[in-house]
Structure formats: C-alpha cells, structure tokens
C-alpha cells in the first residue's frame, strides 16, 4: 500500500505534470527535481510566498488547482478547435453588425426625408387655410355687395313701380280730361 504521504506526493506530481503540460508558464522546473507552482496558481489561490506545494499544503488547495488547470485547458482547447466557428462567428456579427449601422443610417436618411414631407405637408396645410380663410373672406364679401345690390335693385323697382303708377294715373287723368 501506498502511504498518505506518498500518495500526497504523487497526486501532487501528478497534477503539476499536468499544468506543466497545460501550460508551462505555470510551473517551474528545477533541476533538483523539485517543482514549483507558479506565482499564477499562488496568487489564486491566496498563497503570497513561493512555498512548495506537498503534503498538508498542497491538500488544501489541490482541488482548486485542478479546477483552474481544467477550466483553462478546456478553454484553450475550445479556442483552438473552435476557433475558425469564431471567427466566423465575429465575422458574422461584424457583417450583421455593419448592415444594422447601413439600415440604421438608411432608416435616418428615410426619417429625415419624412421630416421634410411632413414640413413641406405642414406648410401646404397653412397655404390651404389661408387660401381657404380668403375665399371665405371674398365669399362674404360677395354675399354683402349681393345684399347691397339686391336692396338696391328692389328700392329702385319700387321706384319704378311707384312712377309707373304715378304715370297710370296721370294718362287716367289726361284720358279722363280729354274725353
């Protein structure tokens, strides 16, 4: 059987020969076969000095490196495997995002033009109603020279129709003088 402590060391060379593989940034490698986990690992996991991690230490945190290591290593390789699925991806989204500003400054250019139909319709609107405020105007006026010219015309008819009666009764008077 394996003692505690071998065990500790093992899984301890075991996981750092797999950072080392993830990425050998992580760990250094001395030549006095000690194996050193980086300032990276260190930092996150709340450890300030270069202490070996072995034994008792290194149970602590253990489960947090292979954590880290794993979620780097899948990230990487996510990157690389899909990396061209990316960059289409950004393309794609580059492109749609190029026709949205093309649509969006087309639906500007539309707006704008609306705008200039809507003032244009706004003042055709104001003409109409001043044209439509004269003819009411000139209408009236009209309606007031017709009263005018009817009273007229219905005194001077008056007129004309007392002197015609004025004149019958004088040829009366002349016939019966005569006759």
């Known amino acids: 059987m394996v ?22 940034r992580m760990v250094d490698y001395r030549p006095d076969k000690h194996m050193w986990v980086s300032s990276k690992i260190r930092s996150r996991l709340g450890h300030g000095s270069k202490d070996k991690f072995s034994g008792g230490k290194f149970r602590e945190g253990w489960e947090a490196i292979v ?14 495997r899909h990396e061209p699925l990316l960059l289409e991806a950004r393309n794609a989204f580059t ?34 109603e001043q044209r439509t405020e004269a003819v009411r105007l000139e209408k009236e ?18 007129q004309l129709i007392e002197e015609v009666g ?12 005569e006759g």
Not at 96 to 111: G, P, S
Request: glycine share 0%; proline share 1%; charged share 35%.
């Open 67 to 80: 954590r880290l290591i794993t979620v780097d290593f899948l990230a990487k390789q996510a990157t690389t």
């Open 3 to 24: 003692g505690k402590a071998n065990r500790s060391f093992c899984l301890t060379t075991l996981v750092l020969l797999v950072v080392a593989h993830v990425d050998p």
């Open 141 to 158: 006026a009209l309606h007031q020279q017709y009263a005018k010219d009817k009273a007229e015309w219905e005194r001077k008819n008056t």
């Open 166 to 177: 004025q004149l019958h009764e004088e040829k009366k008077k002349n016939a019966a003088r």
């Open 95 to 128: 492109n749609t995002r190029a026709e949205w500003d093309n649509e969006k400054e087309e639906l500007v250019r539309e707006r704008e033009a609306l705008k200039e139909e809507l003032n244009k319709a706004k003042e055709m609107a104001v003409e109409v």
